[in-house]
């Protein structure tokens, strides 16, 4: 029965995808409301991924000192070591993690208080493509917003780890600076921005599924912006060992 079901998910899941990646009828309609969810979904985020970045960033540099006090190791191993575990993992799959929460349930909460009040039926009656109204310039401007969290998160983390540098006597500011140069891979850039663009994507569009087909009034939305959190957090640490797999091999 659970198989059944989620086959017939899956499948409604990339059917509701064939109809939300069409040709907008009117562009620059798209590309005003690709704007707005940029702002809404992207610049919002900021402040959040700030936040947590600078906490993280700090946590990890004085977790990688308590754990690596060792002679044989070099000190600057611990800003090298905050710099690769923010690169690899933090700053994409740990961030769309958070992401998840905030971004997707906003968009099925959203998405699922227009079903419940019928506005997405009055879009079909007018005879719109209501999910390609409605999902795709969420997706688009998630999509092109996320390197600009990627990038911030990378950032602000490394800002963390320096302020504990800088406020303690865990490690020094030189020797953290040179631990974060130190044998620098330039793919974990690229290898971080490719994570994040699959998982922006699975986090909007999901959202978006889950919102789109409540059936039901406010508490149906509830349980679809829990469910759409739970889908996407999942999906994410299962594309997160496919892509590790596929790219760092």
Aim: aromatic residues 14%; contains cysteine; proline residues 2%.
């Amino acid at each position: 029965m659970l198989i059944t079901s989620s086959l017939v998910t899956f499948g409604r899941y990339w059917l509701f995808m064939k109809r939300v990646f069409t040709a907008p009828d009117r562009w620059r309609v798209f590309f005003r409301r690709t704007v707005l969810e940029i702002s809404k979904l992207g610049v919002d985020s900021i402040p959040l991924v700030i936040v947590i970045s600078l906490f993280i960033g700090a946590v990890i540099t004085i977790q990688m000192k308590l754990n690596t006090s060792n002679p044989l190791i070099p000190a600057y191993s611990v800003g090298l070591a905050t710099r690769d575990i923010v690169l690899l993992e933090f700053s994409n799959s740990i961030l769309c993690l958070i992401l998840a929460g905030k971004v997707g349930s906003n968009i099925a909460s959203e998405i699922g208080t227009m079903r419940a009040t019928e506005q997405i039926d009055a879009l079909d009656i007018m005879g719109v493509n209501s999910a390609n109204f409605l999902v795709l310039p969420k997706v688009v401007g998630f999509l092109l917003f996320m390197p600009v969290l990627v990038a911030l998160c990378i950032f602000t983390s490394m800002v963390g780890g320096y302020f504990v540098a800088l406020f303690t006597d865990i490690i020094s500011v030189s020797k953290y600076i040179y631990g974060l140069q130190a044998y620098f891979n330039e793919w974990y850039v690229w290898y971080g921005f490719i994570k994040s663009f699959v998982f922006a994507y699975i986090i909007a569009s999901v959202a978006s599924f889950y919102g789109y087909y409540v059936k039901g009034g406010a508490l149906e939305v509830g349980k679809a912006s829990t469910n759409a959190v739970v889908a996407s957090s999942i999906l994410i640490l299962l594309a997160d060992v496919i892509l590790t797999k596929l790219l760092l091999q």
